[in-house]
Structure formats: C-alpha cells, structure tokens
C-alpha cells in the first residue's frame, strides 16, 4: 500500500514513446474530387488526327421525303438521292495541359511508403480530369450546355425541377436516352418535388453507384453544372440547368473525344511526359489530356433551364 512518502512510479512518457513508434499514415487526401461520372458514363470514341466531322443529311423538303411521299399506286421505281450538309461541323481537340515539377532529391529521399512523384502526378492527374469534365459540359465552343438546340431548350412550369419538367424533357431526347445531369442540390429539390407530388423517385444502380432515376432513367449528380447564386458554401439557394443526354455513336447521341496513340499514355487521351532535370535535379512533368465532345443530332441532347434548386432549412 502507498504512502505519502512512497516515490512517485517513474514510466516512459508518451512524448519519448513515440519516437519509437511506427506511424501509419494516408496517401493524401483530395476533398474536391468528385466521382467524374460524366465522363465515366459518356461513350468516347478515338481519334488519330485531332479532327471529328460530323456529316448530316439535309433533312427538311429533301430528296427522301420526297421518295417516301410518292404516290403508293405508282408503279415507276422512284429515283433521287439523299443529300448531305456541304459544310459540316468539325471538332477540333482541345489541350488541358500543366506542368509538375519535383524535387529529385526529396522523391529519392522521402518515397517511403509513399512514391514522393508518382503521388504528384496522380494528384494532378485528377485535377486535369475533373477539368476535363467541366469542360465537356461548359466550354465555350464544344461544352453540352453551349450547343442545346434552341428547340430542345426547355422552361420549368413552376420554378422547382418537377416531374413534369423531366417527362417534358424526355419528349425531347425520347429516342433511348441514357441519363439525366444535375447539380445535387437540383437531384435533392427533384425529389422534394416528386415526393411531394406522392411519386417518390426509385433508385437504379450503374457502374457501383446507387442513382435517382425517373421514368427508369438515370439522374447523375455532377457539380460541374454550376448554381448561379451559390458563390460560397453558406448560400441557400440559386439556379441551375438540369440536361438529358443519349449517349453513343450508334445511338446517334453525344460522344467524348480524345487523341490515340499519345507519347507516354497513361489512359484515355491522357499523356504524361518527362520535360527533364535541370543542374539543380529538379525533375518536370508536362501532363496533357486531349478532349472534347460532339453531338450527333439535335435530340441527342434537351436542357431544362434556370430552375431552381429551393433553400435549405437546417433542424437542430
């Protein structure tokens, strides 16, 4: 039994402890990745020359409609021809470049358990990929919501995604579409709405990930179809697009495109390439992916426009 007078036990601390001790650690963690599902359920297909032409038959009065229009009690074999649009569309690739410099000292020294340059690379390959994503939907020239045709441009009936608004969109791409995108919170106001509308939406499972769908179609959440209005994290509410694509060249639809063959490919259109080492061993990568996105015919695409995504209401 102790006393007051009894020494004090003496022990390890755990500050010496651990120097001692073996640390388990991650690779690092990147918290804006998203799945990319976009481009995980886009049909790409692959290009030799950087070029995709896209040809169309003149539709409207055409020689076809014509033949198909002739009198069936004739018994002449009709004649004619199917023409084609003389200045068809052309997709030229475009480059998403950047350049990752690494110390060759600090990957020779410091690559255990985790390779100091291949962590690089991998971390900035995602980065280029989620780019990648954002751009077939956004860009300027190629990206999905720029080249809606005007007659597959679609306004909500009441400010919130409803499930009239989809089946409205489904009679625009009603030829085998592939899956609807929205931004999360406009997947969340959807399903609100239908709730509240007594026809919740079922789930369907793609590729590992579990989905909303209406009308058995699947809605893939993706950020990179931005909310006007939500310019930081604590906004409630905001606008956004909801598009219905078919994908597929077979099926008429949207494709991805990416260049074949690239010096130092690592997968689809993507290419990583040693720059060099310069007198002071620092080691450069150039990483490329080459990519854009045709749509074959018009109905291979409808957006449901501005609507909106409601606020949220926290519960304590």
């Known amino acids: 039994m102790a006393t007051k007078d009894s020494p004090k036990p003496v022990a390890l601390s755990h500050e010496a402890a651990y120097q001692l001790a073996d640390v388990t650690k991650t690779p690092p963690q990147f918290g804006a990745l998203t799945p990319k ?42 004649q004619g021809f199917v023409d084609y649009q003389t200045k068809p569309r052309e997709y030229q690739l475009s480059s998403i470049a950047t350049i990752i410099n690494v110390d060759t000292a600090v990957s020779d020294i410091y690559s255990a358990p985790y390779d100091q340059t291949a962590t690089q690379i991998g971390l900035a390959i995602e980065s280029l990929k989620e780019r990648q994503e954002s751009q077939i939907i956004n860009n300027d020239d190629y990206g999905l919501l720029k080249n809606v045709a005007d007659s597959q441009r679609v306004q909500p009936r009441y400010g919130a995604p409803t499930p009239d608004d989809l089946d409205e969109l489904i009679t625009k791409v009603w030829k085998e579409p592939s899956f609807f995108l929205a931004h999360p919170r406009a997947v969340a106001a959807f399903g609100r709405e239908a709730t509240k509308r007594g026809v919740p939406p079922v789930t369907v499972n793609i590729q590992g990930g579990t989905f909303l769908s209406w009308r058995g179609i699947p809605i893939i959440p993706t950020d990179k179809l931005f909310v006007d209005g939500l310019k930081n994290p604590t906004a409630k509410s905001g606008r956004t697009n909801i598009l219905l694509v078919r994908t597929g060249e077979a099926k008429r639809g949207v494709v991805g495109l990416y260049q074949t063959g690239l010096p130092g490919e690592q997968s689809r259109g993507l290419s990583v390439r040693l720059r060099g080492i310069d007198d002071n061993g620092l080691a450069s990568y150039l990483l490329s992916i080459y990519c854009s996105a ?12 501005d609507v909106e995504v409601g606020e949220y209401h926290d519960y304590e």
């Open 37 to 78: 599902w976009v481009t995980r359920l886009l049909e790409f297909k692959g290009l030799e020359t950087g070029l995709f032409r896209v040809n169309k038959v003149v539709e409207g009065d055409s020689p076809l409609e014509v033949l198909c229009s002739r009198d069936p009690a004739q018994t002449d074999i009709p």
């Open 294 to 305: 045709a749509i074959l015919a018009d109905d291979a695409l409808a957006v449901l426009e």
